[in-house]
Structure formats: C-alpha cells, structure tokens
C-alpha cells in the first residue's frame, strides 16, 4: 500500500513538472518569435558583426568534421552497395545509391547531427553561463532586449552556415562513392560522374536543402532554449548543454522523418 502511494505521489509531482516545464517553454518560444518578427520589421538593429562571428564559429570551424564525416560516409556506402551490386553486374547502379542517399537523407542529417553536437551544445552552455553570471538579469534591467542580442545572430547564422556545409557534405560523400567506384568497381570517372548528374535532379538537391535549414531552425531553437532553462550552477549548465544535444538530436531525426514522407507523398 505504501508503495501504490509512492507511485501515485510520483505520477503527480511528474506531471506538475511537465506541466511548469511545458509553460516556460511556450513561454521562451513565444519570445523568440517576437524577438524573430522584431528582427524582421527592423533589420538594421540586427548585430551582423556576431552573426558573422557564429557563422564563423559554426561553419568554418566545422568544415573539416563535416568532409571527413561524409567522405567516410560515401566510402561505406559505396563499398556496402558494389559487395551487392556486383553480383549482378549493375556496378553502375553505385552512384544511384550512394548520390540520392547522400544527397536526400544521410548528407543534410549527418550534417545536422554534427552542428548539434558543435553548435547546440555551445549555444546552450554559453546562455546557461551568462544565467549563471547573472548577466540575462542585468540585459533586462538595463532594458535591453536579451532574445535580440542572444537568438537572433545565432539563428542567422546556423541557417546560413548549415545549408553551405550540407553543400560540402554532398560532394564529399559523392566523392567518397566515386573513390569506391573506381578503385574497386573499375567504373571510369567520367562514367560515374555523369551518371550522378543524372540521377542527381534540382528537386533531390533542394529537398537537401530545405531539410537543413528547418534542422538549423531546429538546432538553434533548442540550443538557446535548454541555455535559457539551465539552472543557476554549474551542474544546471552541464545538464543543459547534455539536454539541448540530446533533445537536438530527437527532434532532428522526427522532422527528418516527416519531411521525407511529405517529400515522397508530393513526389509520388
């Protein structure tokens, strides 16, 4: 009996805590919306010198992950695909599989996967640092505008520095195919190369793109969001920098998996 009263007393202080959890965050969001739409109607209050600063920080410096990752990830895919596909002699069939999985799914998902792990966990360790430095209270006494200075050149800048690396990550995990091909298979470069033009349509390449830049969308929302959460001390901090990857990494892999039913529902 005592036991089914415990259970009972835990259901509802978890339900208590989803509940305040779930208020402050449609609370925060509804403040990065405002924050977003203010930036909008007035874009010269925009601080462009730190969006270049996060471009920086998320796209350049990440831009060697990125090809080393979908290199490697074309390499395994293309070894994977000509064990099976050169039994029944349709090598060529190589840059099909390894060109429209990497450039639909595996290049923008990798892609974002890492960005997570960089570029989220950064944004909320910074913002749960400045909380814990008290320096989000002294913004608003100051009656300044947190969200515009904290969300705003972040987002910017991840929907820019995304999409480009998403870019880089295409061609190196086609290359990465490309080296299998035709060291193993034998296919001439030239051959493989125009058969994934081929293959490889405008409507494939943007449906690329779109997912990254919702994933960046994504990424920075959530980054921002667990920063703003983070409790007052340091374990606040380490748990929210866990929080944002791992919630990243989930809400990535859900949006990935309804844009591709939409995207194969519009192109049926």
């Given at each position: 009996?005592?036991?089914?009263?415990?259970?009972?007393?835990?259901?509802?202080?978890?339900?208590?805590?989803?509940?305040?959890?779930?208020?402050?965050?449609?609370?925060?969001?509804?403040?990065?919306?405002?924050?977003?739409?203010?930036?909008?109607?007035n874009p010269k209050r925009?601080?462009?010198?730190?969006?270049?600063?996060?471009?920086?920080?998320?796209?350049?410096?990440?831009?060697?992950?990125?090809?080393?990752?979908?290199?490697?990830?074309?390499?395994?895919?293309?070894?994977?695909?000509?064990?099976?596909?050169?039994?029944?002699?349709?090598?060529?069939?190589?840059?099909?599989?390894?060109?429209?999985?990497?450039?639909?799914?595996?290049?923008?998902?990798?892609?974002?996967?890492?960005?997570?792990?960089?570029?989220?966990?950064?944004?909320?360790?910074?913002?749960?640092?400045?909380?814990?430095?008290?320096?989000?209270?002294?913004?608003?006494?100051?009656?300044?505008?947190p969200n515009r200075f904290?969300?705003?050149?972040?987002?910017?800048?991840?929907?820019?520095?995304?999409?480009?690396?998403?870019?880089?990550?295409?061609?190196?995990?086609?290359?990465?195919?490309?080296?299998?091909?035709?060291?193993?298979?034998?296919?001439?470069?030239?051959?493989?190369?125009?058969?994934?033009?081929?293959?490889?349509?405008?409507?494939?390449?943007?449906?690329?793109?779109?997912?990254?830049?919702?994933?960046?969308?994504?990424?920075?929302?959530?980054?921002?969001?667990?920063?703003?959460?983070?409790?007052?001390?340091?374990?606040?901090?380490?748990?929210?920098?866990?929080?944002?990857?791992?919630?990243?990494?989930?809400?990535?892999?859900?949006s990935d998996a309804i844009?591709?039913?939409?995207?194969?529902?519009?192109?049926?």
């Amino acid at each position: 009996m005592r036991n089914f009263k415990k259970a009972i007393a835990d259901i509802g202080v978890w339900g208590c805590d989803l509940k305040q959890n779930t208020y402050k965050t449609i609370s925060v969001l509804g403040e990065f919306g405002l924050a977003l739409f203010n930036a909008v109607r007035n874009p010269k209050r925009i601080r462009y010198h730190q969006c270049l600063y996060y471009f920086q920080q998320t796209g350049y410096e990440s831009l060697p992950i990125v090809v080393m990752i979908c290199l490697l990830m074309g390499v395994i895919l293309g070894f994977q695909a000509a064990l099976q596909l050169k039994q029944f002699g349709t090598d060529i069939y190589v840059a099909d599989l390894v060109g429209l999985s990497i450039v639909k799914e595996l290049g923008p998902l990798m892609v974002a996967i890492i960005s997570t792990g960089r570029a989220g966990s950064s944004f909320a360790a910074e913002i749960g640092t400045m909380r814990v430095n008290e320096e989000i209270d002294a913004m608003v006494t100051m009656g300044i505008e947190p969200n515009r200075f904290l969300f705003i050149p972040r987002l910017i800048a991840m929907m820019g520095a995304v999409p480009i690396l998403t870019i880089f990550g295409n061609l190196f995990g086609i290359l990465g195919g490309l080296l299998i091909g035709r060291f193993q298979l034998g296919i001439p470069t030239v051959t493989y190369i125009n058969r994934s033009l081929e293959v490889l349509t405008p409507a494939y390449l943007m449906e690329g793109l779109i997912k990254s830049v919702i994933f960046a969308i994504l990424i920075t929302v959530i980054g921002c969001l667990r920063g703003v959460q983070s409790g007052n001390d340091a374990h606040g901090v380490g748990r929210a920098t866990t929080s944002s990857v791992v919630t990243g990494i989930f809400w990535i892999v859900i949006s990935d998996a309804i844009m591709t039913t939409l995207f194969s529902i519009g192109g049926a």
